[in-house]
């Protein structure tokens, strides 16, 4: 019997260890983020596979908002992908997950209304203070305060522009998903996504690199492609099936622990198998990202409507075996 609370953050675990596996590929086999953007948009139409558990058509108001959720998906896996390649892992991911709950404060309170209350300002400004703590470097300065800063500016910028988008995809689906059953706008998005995958081939230079990189990508690096995407769709399924069965704010606020899973795997990885991924592992360098991830983890309670005392107590309240399976 599993309780939904290690559901969630085996889930978690996962969504962290897909991010190592995309650096690594993005530094070999299919080094284009363009590319390994395509073959995952190109992936999504295996969600078919759920239409018995409920598909219809939508209409076409429907069908063109989840065309244009999966385009915004793609141009966000671009940039994330963009960022991620051109930088560390940790660091990465970090300031994306930092800095997507700001951009859906302001998008939502600018196209659906919604309103900031007390707790929400206090938590934009341990996700912003989280971000430029994690972006900052020794040496060479590369907060999101200071982009003119040529070493590291890019990859600070895509990852806010990564951050950018994911915050309109998530918007755009809450639209998908307040007039469609949650199984058949999944499939639809990701429909879209398939569909706006397919739309790079319309650009000669993009047909030229997928085309090109397909031919070089061997069987290993292939396989090792299917099963990184087959463990991100599991892993998300798990964390939905987390929140049916659990504590939809106990679930979104354990979501900090994602970064710290990242941050013990990029340490581990770095030191005993460098070959595969190597990042900054000094003392200091340690210490600053954990401070940092602390912030974004505080930050991302505060937005779930939890301190780290609720959440702490709440979950010491649980019973181990609650909504098990």
């Known amino acids: 019997m599993i309780s939904w609370v290690y559901i969630a953050i085996v889930a978690y675990f996962l969504t962290a260890l897909n991010s190592v596996v ?7 086999s299919i080094p284009h983020p363009v590319v390994y953007a395509f073959y995952v948009g190109v ?10 558990f409920g598909f219809m058509w939508p209409g076409w108001i429907q069908f063109s908002a989840a065309l244009f959720v999966g385009i915004v998906f793609l141009l966000a896996l671009i940039s994330f992908f963009a960022a991620l390649k051109a930088d560390e892992a940790s660091r990465m991911v970090s300031i994306v997950g930092g800095i997507t709950p700001i951009f859906i404060l302001i998008l939502s309170t600018v196209i ?10 206090y938590a934009l400004a341990l996700l912003v203070l989280g971000t430029v703590v994690i972006s900052a470097r020794r040496n060479r300065t590369c907060s999101i305060f200071q982009l003119n800063k040529h070493e590291c500016a890019r990859s600070t910028e895509l990852a806010i522009l990564a951050a950018l988008f994911f915050a309109l995809f998530f918007i755009s689906a809450r639209f ?3 007039n469609q059953e949650f199984i058949s706008g999944f499939i639809w998005t990701r429909i879209g996504s398939f569909l706006a995958a397919l739309l790079l081939l319309l650009l000669p230079s993009n047909r030229k690199l997928i085309f090109n990189t397909t031919k070089k990508v061997g069987a290993k690096m292939g396989g090792l492609f299917i099963a ?3 463990l991100a769709g599991f892993a998300f399924l798990m964390l939905n099936y987390a929140i049916a069965i659990g504590n ?9 622990v994602k970064y ?3 941050l013990l795997l990029v340490f581990i990885i770095s030191k005993f198998r460098p070959a595969i991924l190597q990042e900054e592992t000094t003392f200091l360098i340690l210490l600053q990202k ?20 609720d959440l702490w107590s709440t979950l010491l309240s649980l019973n181990p075996y609650q909504n098990a399976v």
């Open 22 to 28: 995309d650096k690594y590929l993005l530094g070999r």
């Open 228 to 230: 990184n995407k087959a």
């Open 260 to 262: 710290l899973f990242l």
């Open 290 to 309: 954990g401070i940092a991830i602390t912030l974004i983890f505080l930050g991302i309670l505060l937005l779930s409507g939890l301190s780290l005392v």
């Open 248 to 256: 939809v704010t106990l679930v979104n606020a354990l979501e900090g």
């Open 43 to 52: 992936f999504s139409i295996f969600t078919i596979i759920l239409t018995p």
């Open 112 to 121: 659906f209304g919604d309103s900031l209350r007390g707790n929400e300002y």
């Open 176 to 178: 998908v998903f307040d």
